[in-house]
């Protein structure tokens, strides 16, 4: 018996929440960010897909990318 490789959907009456959408945002320098932990930021330089480099005021930071708590705006 053959299994379809296809995503189950999600049914309403379930107890478990659906998986969530993984959404790879672009940064680019100089563009503002919001951090759950850290605030409010502007993107100093982006490695590649891997990290991108943050200063959110008292110092920048190193953010390995993908990164769910963190937003471009």
Same mark, same amino acid.
């Given at each position: /018996?053959? +299994?379809?490789?296809?995503?189950?959907?999600? =049914?309403?009456?379930?107890?478990?929440?659906? *998986?969530?959408?993984? &959404?790879?945002?672009?940064?680019?320098?100089?563009?503002?960010? %919001?951090?759950? %932990?850290?605030? !409010?930021?502007?993107?100093?330089?982006?490695?590649?897909? +891997?990290?991108?480099?943050?200063?959110?005021?008292n110092g920048a *930071?190193? &953010?390995? =990318?993908?990164?769910?708590? /963190?937003?471009? !705006?």
């Amino acid at each position: /018996m053959a +299994t379809s490789q296809r995503p189950r959907r999600h =049914l309403a009456s379930s107890p478990f929440a659906p *998986k969530p959408d993984v &959404i790879d945002e672009v940064y680019e320098a100089g563009a503002r960010v %919001s951090h759950d %932990s850290f605030g !409010l930021g502007r993107v100093v330089s982006v490695q590649g897909s +891997t990290s991108v480099q943050v200063d959110f005021g008292n110092g920048a *930071k190193h &953010i390995p =990318l993908p990164c769910r708590s /963190m937003t471009a !705006l």
